[in-house]
């Protein structure tokens, strides 16, 4: 049991007899010389807040002063009490884990009596206490921004409809997640502030010693997490890792192979609209049309006649496993160089729950805010032959100054999944995925490939029902289920109106959402379906929707 003391000036002597009473450590003031609460309410509440004290004291004169600056620490819970009652009530219901103390109105053998009951008691475990606790804990949703309350109330207008939409609807929308306050304490981090060209130990400003530190991190984490030779964590997005290894591995005009953007592929891999398009020359291939995946035979076949210098695998809007080995033995024979991208599966790659491109690919490029469950960024790994060019086409090639506090969200990302606070995660996103799909497909929908063996699922809804994307995903907004329109292979609609509708469950499955809650979410999107026109059906789902979301909060 470790316990930490401070106190201003006012307090000296009362903490000195705490600090034997209790056998604590003492953090100081040492004399009663003039000085000021919040130097030694920062060092007790850093203590515990970062776990290296169980509890902490904090003495002033009211004690007030030293509650306000320590419960600004998370994981402090800092409460002023006067009475051993109020210590013991305060330990059981609001967990408290530092003790405050008003030296001018305290005699020191009853504070001392008060402090061996705060610490003796046990927190209450009782489900109301939990809940109100936990809800305390969730407040940091809010408060974490709430600095632009007053300093910029129409952005924390924004923040504040997207804290309630996160908490209020059903989102299974493919490409998203939520990040740790972790992650997101790190991305808001003063780490910001820093110009750092160039990467660790080789910038181009001073000054980069603490961001040298968080890139370091960020490299090495990727790196083990992952089983990579070499990983550049500075991509500001998955399209800008793209770009960047095209930049090292191609010139303009290189013939490169990608899937279809209509049938799972994405922007960045070719599109007409996109850099991509423009500089290269693109052959796209499909899935076949009677089993609606990747027919390897036919890919080799194409990639022999079309010999082009890179083959991309990877998608955006792919259901099943993708055999990167075989890739490999394709690539092989065409003799061209292998990418995969794999923006949407790399949190299921990072947590073994589908096949890693790594052992076979000559770069892989990975978004970290899909799976992943990280900040809105990109990385690439690559063999070690690559690792220079690969650094050369980010920086200086396509980037100026990395994004360090992004990169610093990286890190903590990669350390959530290496520490196992992730331990399966990946696995129940693809158990919820097969559970939602079979509640879909036994209500008579067409799932394309007829079913999934990932993180996503396409529904053909003008097949089952014969209405379009956009409608179908408009109505089932409506209902409080986030999903969107998508095109399925040999789409007969426009990507306007589409045919499919996609859907995910990595964000479901990050608030803790499990199968049984995927029967139920299924039932309500077939319930929705079925007649997207019923006011009734979209009033009684959103309730219950609401319900749901309100019992497994966001992160
Ligand atoms: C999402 C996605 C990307 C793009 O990521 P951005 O961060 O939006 O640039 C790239 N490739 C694939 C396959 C994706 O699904």
């Known amino acids: 049991m470790k316990i930490i003391i401070g106190s201003d000036h006012g307090g000296v002597d009362l903490k000195a007899a705490l600090v034997a009473a209790l056998g604590a450590v003492d953090a100081g003031c040492a004399t009663k010389a003039s000085c000021d609460y919040p130097d030694y309410a920062v060092k007790v509440a850093l203590a515990v807040s970062k776990g290296e004290a169980d509890f902490g004291i904090l003495i002033c004169r009211s004690g007030i002063g030293m509650s306000m600056c320590a419960n600004r620490f998370a994981n402090v819970r800092a409460a002023v009490c006067a009475t051993v009652e109020a210590a013991v009530t305060t330990r059981q219901h609001n967990g408290a884990n530092v003790l405050c103390m008003g030296a001018d109105a305290l005699s020191i053998g009853y504070a001392v009596e008060m402090a061996k009951a705060f610490i003796a008691t046990p927190v209450d475990m009782d489900a109301r206490h939990a809940r109100r606790r936990a809800k305390l804990e969730r407040a940091g949703r809010l408060s974490d921004a709430s600095v632009l309350a007053q300093a910029d109330a129409e952005v924390f207008a924004a923040v504040e409809a997207q804290t309630r939409q996160e908490d209020g609807a059903i989102n299974l929308i493919a490409s998203e997640n939520y990040v740790s306050r972790a ?3 790190a991305a808001g981090s003063v780490l910001m502030n820093k110009y750092a060209e160039g990467y660790p130990g080789n910038r181009w400003y001073s000054g980069c010693g603490p961001v040298d530190q968080v890139e370091r991190l960020a490299i090495e984490r990727a790196k083990t997490l992952f089983g990579a030779d070499h990983a550049n964590v500075q991509p500001n997005g998955g399209s800008a890792a793209n770009m960047a290894v095209y930049a090292a591995a191609l010139k303009a005009g290189d013939t490169i192979m990608s899937m279809a953007l209509d049938q799972g592929g994405h922007l960045s891999h070719g599109a007409k609209v996109n850099f991509s398009g423009k500089f290269l020359n693109v052959v796209p291939y499909g899935v076949s049309r009677e089993t609606e995946t990747i027919d390897y035979d036919a890919l080799e076949a194409q990639a022999l006649e079309v ?21 490999r033995e394709i690539c092989d024979k065409a003799g061209c160089l292998m990418m995969v991208d794999m923006a949407h599966i790399g949190g299921l790659v990072a947590g073994g729950a589908h096949p890693s491109p790594v052992p076979y690919a000559d770069f892989v490029t990975a978004t970290t805010h899909k799976t992943l469950c990280g900040p809105r960024g990109g990385i690439i790994l690559c063999k070690a032959e690559y690792a ?10 396509l980037q100026g100054g990395p994004l360090e506090n992004m990169i610093a969200a990286k890190a903590v990302c990669f350390r959530e ?23 879909v497909q036994d209500r008579g929908y067409r799932i394309v490939s007829g079913g999934t063996d990932n993180h996503l699922f396409l ?8 209405i379009c994307g956009k409608d179908a995903a408009a109505a089932l907004d409506a209902a409080g289920i986030v999903a969107n329109k998508n095109t399925i292979p040999y789409d007969t609609e426009g990507p306007f109106k589409a045919s499919g509708v996609r859907i995910g469950t990595a964000s479901v499955t990050t608030r803790g959402m499990g199968t049984g809650e995927m ?17 009734p059906t979209r009033a009684r789902v959103r309730a219950e929707a609401a319900e749901l979301c309100a019992r497994f909060p966001v992160p």
């Open 183 to 185: 992650c997101r304490a």
């Open 307 to 327: 010999k082009p210098k890179l083959l991309v695998a990877g998608a955006s809007a792919y259901p099943r496993i993708i055999d990167f080995k075989r890739i």
């Open 388 to 397: 220079k060019a690969v650094d050369m086409a980010v920086f200086p090639g």
């Open 417 to 439: 999944w290496l520490q196992g606070g992730r331990q399966g995660y990946a696995r129940r996103v693809v158990d919820n995925c097969r559970a939602l799909c079979k509640t």
């Open 459 to 466: 529904v053909d809804v003008k097949a089952s029902r014969g």
């Open 519 to 535: 029967i139920k979410i299924g039932t309500w999107i077939a319930d929705i379906l079925d007649d997207i026109a019923s006011e």
